[in-house]
């Protein structure tokens, strides 16, 4: 028998009604044309070898030729400069392409030495086809690894990528593009650099992934960057992620624009079951409206490493913690500690109120933490294991209509769990929220007095267990100032002069039903049910409401 050509080796095509074989039959070259295999147009998946036009050639026969469609990276590293994945041809930007790999552990675009730009991205090219991305990993050495900035082909779906980059993955203006199932790939730094927030694994600014524009993320994580996530624009829904070993876990309010971070209003944001761990900040509301966040918790330890082994000295006065691995942090850097598990526990400043061992201290050499201790422990602290406690669980800068629920903190934190005033910024302007359910162990640092009433408390409750001033009296810390109040429980701290609609008070308003408690009204509470309270200055806790009937004003009610 003849050999058979492989242009004439047919597959039988079955009939869609019964299938059963039919009589149209595809050849191999038809039956192979569905999937564009990247080793079919000459690429090796040989590491060191840049394979770039092989691949922008299957991109670009998808987008001209078959109206979109698959292309394939069988297993292998893939060095690129960068792949554009669109066309200025108007009547072709619809046609889709799918970049799919062998799984992200088998396929590896990689960025080719010299590589300064997004390794996978529409370019400049004015209509983007990116369709999918999914299964393989892709390396950012420039300005990052996948940038999807196209309003052409909706419901972008990237799933299952490994990234790495300055910036990991930029959806910040692409419409309704979902994330899934991916995780940043950015190597541990064997402890350079230490705790983030005292310096980045990834440059000051950099970001895992970005997303806006009606978008959904869940079940990612982008350790080790600035920021991991960071969310803008309207309708975008972030369930079940982690924002770990970051300087800031979340931030909404912030996106990408020219090729950098900005800050970029979200609005109308769902944020569910997020968990931040081992973060300098665990979320930050930085500008946002109309957003919820539900059952999200911040919890670990800031930075790596991971309670690893220190010992330590006491002479006049100065403690030297000396670490058993190289911390890298710059010299005069100050720092939270968090010592646990010290062998003598004298070397803890007021150890029975600061039994998670949180302490502020300067770094002195690649090693070495000092810190002043006035009394002598007697003996040396011979073994104990550090790391580096979250600044902050959640912080509220720029913040309107927004809900807040059981949103909570089981982590040791050194300054605050909740901190609504952030650092004292000019623009923290807050109106019209509501915070329900909150456990904060280490307290509240209150919003400054124009912000008060733009707060509503309920079932809120906190401790006072945060650093005391003798810890923190040899530094400041920059993002907190001196005169910050931290409370337990952050109602019952308004005056009248916070009350809505007096001056520079931001809060809407007043309008009927308001009602919040002041602590320095002229009427007392006791008999005067519904009386009217019009100035402040006393010294009375009361119950006020406001009512319009009548003549309009702010009367107790309890």
């Known amino acids: 028998m003849p050999d058979l050509p492989f242009t004439s080796f047919a597959f039988p095509a079955k009939n869609p009604a019964s299938g059963a074989l039919g009589n149209t039959n595809r050849t191999m070259p038809d039956r192979l044309s569905d999937v564009q295999n990247v080793r079919d147009w000459g690429a090796t998946g040989a590491p060191g070898t840049d394979q770039t036009a092989p691949i922008q050639a299957a991109i670009d026969y998808c987008i001209n030729n078959t109206g979109g469609g698959y292309v394939f990276f069988p297993p292998g590293t893939y060095p690129v400069t960068g ?102 790939d950015v190597p541990a730094p064997n402890q350079a650099n230490g705790g983030l927030g005292y310096g980045s694994f990834q440059p000051q600014g950099s970001i895992g992934i970005a997303l806006g524009g009606g978008g959904i993320t869940s079940a990612c994580d982008a350790p080790r960057y600035d920021i991991s996530i960071a969310i803008s624009g309207s309708g975008v829904t972030v369930l079940d992620n982690r924002g770990d070993t970051s300087n800031i876990g979340m931030r909404i309010g912030w996106g990408v624009v020219s090729n950098a971070g900005a800050e970029i209003p979200a609005t109308g944001c769902l944020i569910a079951s997020a968990q931040v761990e081992q973060s300098n900040i665990g979320m930050e509301l930085y500008n946002c409206s109309g957003c919820i966040v539900l059952a999200s918790l911040g919890g670990g330890h800031a930075g790596l490493p991971n309670e690893m082994s220190c010992s ?69 602290l011979t073994s104990g294991m550090y790391t580096y406690p979250l600044c902050f669980n959640f912080r509220f800068r720029k913040v309107s209509q927004c809900f807040i629920m059981t949103a909570n903190s089981v982590s040791n934190v050194a ?144």
Request: aromatic share 8%; charged share 10%.
């Open 312 to 380: 330590g000295t006491w002479a006049s006065g100065i403690v030297t913690i000396t670490t058993g691995t190289n911390h890298n942090i710059p010299v005069g850097t100050h720092v939270f500690l968090q010592i646990e598990s010290p062998s003598n526990t004298a070397y803890i400043p007021n150890y029975a109120s600061n039994a998670n061992g949180i302490l502020a201290a300067t770094v002195t050499t690649a090693n070495q933490f000092t810190y002043a201790l006035a009394a002598n422990p007697g003996g040396a």
């Open 415 to 558: 300054i605050a769990d909740y901190d609504m005033d952030y650092g004292g910024d000019v623009n923290a302007i807050q109106n019209n929220n509501v915070m329900t359910g909150i456990n904060a162990a280490k307290g509240f640092i209150l919003p400054r007095a124009a912000n008060k009433a733009s707060w509503k408390y309920i079932n809120c409750v906190g401790g006072t267990n945060y650093l005391s001033a003798d810890v923190t009296s040899t530094w400041q810390p920059a993002n907190v100032p001196a005169s910050a109040a931290r409370v337990g429980f952050p109602d019952a701290t308004m005056r009248f002069a916070d009350l809505p609609g007096q001056t520079g008070v931001n809060q809407s308003g007043p309008f009927d039903g308001q009602e919040y408690i002041i602590i320095d009204s002229t009427v007392a509470a006791t008999g005067n049910w519904n009386a009217t309270v019009s100035a402040g200055g006393g010294s009375n806790r009361v119950k006020v409401r406001y009512d319009s009937s009548g003549t309009p004003g702010w009367r107790i009610s309890g």
């Open 83 to 184: 792949l554009k994945v669109g066309t200025n041809n108007s009547a072709l930007r619809n046609n889709g392409v799918r970049l799919e790999g062998s799984g992200w552990g088998a396929t590896s675009i990689a960025a080719a030495t010299g590589a300064g730009q997004w390794t996978v991205s529409k370019g400049t090219y004015s209509y983007g086809c990116m369709e999918a991305i999914q299964n393989l990993a892709i390396q950012g050495s420039g300005i990052g690894a996948i940038q999807v900035d196209e309003t052409n082909i909706p419901n972008v779906w990237i799933s299952s990528v490994r990234f790495s980059g300055n910036i990991g993955i930029d959806c910040t203006n692409a419409v309704g593009a979902s994330i899934f199932n991916s995780s940043a």
